[in-house]
Antibody, heavy 120, light 110 residues
Framework: QVQLQESGPGLVKPSETVSVTCTVS?????????WGWVRQPPGKGLEWIGS???????SYNPSLKSRVTMSVDTSKNQFSLNVTSATAADTAVYYC?????????????WGQGTLVTVSS | QSALTQPASVSGSPGQSITISCTGT?????????VSWYQQHPGKAPKLLIY???DRPSGVSGRFSGSRSGNTASLTISGLQAEDEADFYC??????????FGGGTKLTVL
């Protein structure tokens, strides 16, 4: 079955870059779905970060667009997220997701999430 | 753009039906048929219940149903069960290509 697994640094210093990678198993990234990232600050709600297609085409949340870059590596069946100039407000559980249809119309598979803490 | 508006909490007894509302604007819920609903148990990743306003992914119970009227979307859970107790989030595609989430609703099964 489709499985997603995030890997990240756990702790990032302010002003540095949050980098998280998602490895997909049981399903090819080339199969035609968009893939994305959603984050959740501790005790708070969900926030969409962006979505990416196998071709590298992206759609980003306008509120984060200036600091976000997403990429895809089809040879490794992985996709990645970078958030630059990190602050405490970027502290969150970062989830990678598969989009059921289109770029944002529903996230049907989720990774378990990885907590990234921004602190000195 | 602001988050979608959900009630902070709702409750119901086993066997009852409850409805969670999600209010937006004509620039999101009212303008696009792209509303989704998620259930999140504590410490777990969210689970997709509904997409495109009223479609259920394979494997999701028929007790969960979605609808939309104007700028408000709704999730109805029928035959409430103890295991339905969780946080629920709505989301909608919005003008300029972004995706908005609601603030979340905590469902308590009495």
């Amino acid at each position: 079955q489709v499985q997603l697994q995030e890997s990240g640094p756990g702790l990032v210093k302010p002003s540095e870059t949050v980098s998280v990678t998602c490895t997909v198993s049981g399903y090819s990234i080339n199969s035609g779905n968009y893939w994305g990232w959603v984050r959740q600050p501790p005790g708070k709600g969900l926030e969409w970060i962006g979505s990416i297609y196998r071709t590298g085409s992206t759609s980003y949340n306008p509120s984060l667009k200036s600091r976000v870059t997403m990429s895809v590596d089809t040879s490794k069946n992985q996709f990645s997220l970078n958030v630059t100039s990190a602050t405490a407000a970027d502290t969150a559980v970062y989830y990678c997701v598969r989009v059921i249809v289109g770029a944002t119309r529903g996230f049907d598979y989720w990774g378990q999430g990885t907590l990234v803490t921004v602190s000195s | 753009q602001s988050a979608l508006t959900q009630p902070a909490s709702v409750s119901g007894s086993p066997g009852q039906s409850i409805t969670i509302s999600c209010t937006g604007t004509s620039g999101d819920i009212g303008g696009y048929k792209y509303v989704s609903w998620y259930q999140q148990h504590p410490g777990k990743a969210p689970k997709l219940l509904i997409y495109d306003v009223s479609d259920r992914p394979s494997g999701v119970s028929g007790r969960f149903s979605g609808s939309r009227s104007g700028n408000t979307a709704s999730l109805t859970i029928s035959g409430l069960q103890a295991e339905d107790e969780a946080d629920f989030y709505c989301s909608s595609y919005a003008t300029s290509g972004t995706l908005l989430f609601g603030g979340g609703t905590k469902l308590t099964v009495l």
